[in-house]
């Protein structure tokens, strides 16, 4: 399929922010690509949200489940005096967390970060309602692109650093390297990780969950489009694309794109970009990748994480969460 592009690069690529470079770089390469923060305006946290809570959707009642069973054992295994969650969004399953931590007595503070401005205020203040007893300081901000600001949070011992959700598993395998990597060298010796991961199992299964019959992540994922018309002016015709999951057995990823049902042309004049399609050109909006759990730990212990993690899994077997020490 044929597709062009008319710019300026070099001349536009001095008056972008970062994130707009990476955008209009993702956007211009071959196969095009959207970088995940564009999924998570307001409305898309809501979405989200929506998403959890759908019969085909599966993870989020096996992350809550090994949460409830095991987070007085991860209290008294780390005795983190500082909590921290990437990607926090309504911190809903870490409540479970936080009052097991309340209850060992030795947590301080909880600081979320997340892009959005509007759900991570409504859930810092719902969980200082909760929890008064600890500081609440929510950071917004881009995990990808801002994990120094860890460095900043003042504490007096251990934390713990939670990315829960399957998140992981919307990076590409160097990307998520990279990450994993910049994650250790942001924590001290004795620091933690929490890493929540969706297991492989049968691709029936596997569609399923990121196609389901409401249409709530098909919606989530068309969000993406709107959010970015919005920020960069553009004028991308969403009505224009239908909705393909897609499961790559190869890499062991569920690939979700929108494809142009007709050609279009469109323009972004935030990014100075005008953008062609072709009739049946896809743009990949977000990936999600299962693991084993011996790839997880493994992947963590290259980066400087102990080997002997702990694995906690549901009942189903549909899920698991490593805990991983800082060596």
């Not at 926090?88 to 009052?99: A, E, M, Q, V, Y």
């Not at 929510?138 to 600001?149: A, E, I, K, N």
């Not at 919606?219 to 239908?242: E, K, P, Q, S």
């Amino acid at each position: 399929m044929d597709s062009h592009l008319r710019s300026d690069t070099t001349e536009t690529s001095h008056f972008l922010d970062p994130a707009a470079l990476e955008l209009r770089d993702a956007l211009t390469r071959l196969p095009r690509t959207l970088p995940p923060r564009w999924l998570y305006d307001d409305r898309g946290s809501e979405l989200f949200s929506q998403i959890t809570s759908v019969p085909e959707y599966y993870q989020t009642e096996a992350e809550r489940s090994i949460l409830a069973d095991h987070s007085a054992v991860i209290a008294e295994s780390t005795e983190a005096t500082t909590v921290i969650e990437l990607g926090s969004g309504t911190s809903d399953k870490t409540r479970t967390l936080l009052d097991a931590f309340v209850a060992h007595g030795l947590i301080q503070r909880f600081v979320p970060l997340d892009v959005s401005e509007a759900t991570l205020l409504d859930a810092a203040e719902m969980l200082v309602e909760r929890h008064p007893e600890i500081e609440v300081e929510p950071v917004v901000g881009d995990f990808t692109r801002h994990l120094h600001l860890l460095s900043a949070v003042p504490t007096a011992g251990e934390r713990l650093v939670l990315f829960l959700g399957g998140t992981i598993g919307n990076f590409y395998v160097e990307e998520r390297r990279a990450f994993l990597g910049a994650l250790a060298d942001v924590l001290a010796p004795g620091d933690w990780v929490m890493v929540g991961i969706d297991l492989v199992k049968p691709i029936d299964r596997l569609i399923a969950a990121y196609d389901d019959e409401q249409g709530v992540t098909e919606a989530f994922i068309r969000n993406a489009l709107t959010n970015i018309n919005r920020t960069y002016d553009g004028d991308l015709d969403v009505g224009n694309f239908g909705y393909v999951p897609f499961w790559d057995g190869r890499q062991q990823r569920l690939d979700m794109r929108l494809r142009a049902c007709d050609p279009m042309t469109a323009r972004l004049d935030g990014l100075d970009l005008d953008l062609e399609l072709a009739a049946g050109e896809e743009i990949r909006v977000e990936i999600s990748s299962k693991f084993t759990p011996e790839r997880t730990v493994e992947e963590l212990a290259e980066v400087g994480f102990d080997a002997e993690s702990q694995v906690f899994r549901d009942d189903a077997g549909d899920y698991a969460v490593i805990l991983a020490r800082r060596s």
